[in-house]
């Protein structure tokens, strides 16, 4: 498996909603350079922002791509943040993600996310 660079964003809506954003690039400059471009554009929207990072990762997601419909389906993924690395699992559901983020409390940031991207095989 190659190694890219995945950008992680994690941002949360009007309902306290988490929502995660991940960005596929070839290099850390390219990762970088891609948050702070889309970083702009949640700021510009007044989106908040949780969390952001660029990770050495052999991951892929689908494209990203803004949605304007809430009826699309919606992947979820617990992602916990360390000072090192940030781990994204795949889970079956919400209730399941919010059960495994409450038990991952105490041991650093820990998230249920939701998002519109799937993660690739």
């Keep these: 498996m190659k190694t ?4 992680v964003l994690l941002s949360q809506n009007g309902a306290g909603d988490i929502n995660a954003s991940f960005v596929n690039t070839e290099t850390l400059a390219q990762c970088r350079q891609k948050q702070a471009l889309v970083k702009g554009v949640f ?3 007044n989106i908040p922002i949780i969390a952001s990072r660029c990770i050495r990762s052999g991951l892929q997601f689908s494209k990203f791509a803004h949605t304007a419909s809430s009826g699309k389906t919606r992947y979820f993924y617990l992602v ?13 559901g919400w209730r399941s993600c919010m059960a495994k983020q409450e038990e ?18």
């Design 104 to 121: 991952g409390r105490g041991q650093g940031p820990v998230y249920c996310a939701s998002s519109v991207q799937w993660l690739e095989e």
């Design 80 to 92: 916990r943040f360390t000072k090192e690395a940030v781990t994204i699992r795949k889970m079956p």
């Design 4 to 7: 890219f660079f995945l950008l």
């Design 43 to 45: 700021s510009s929207a």
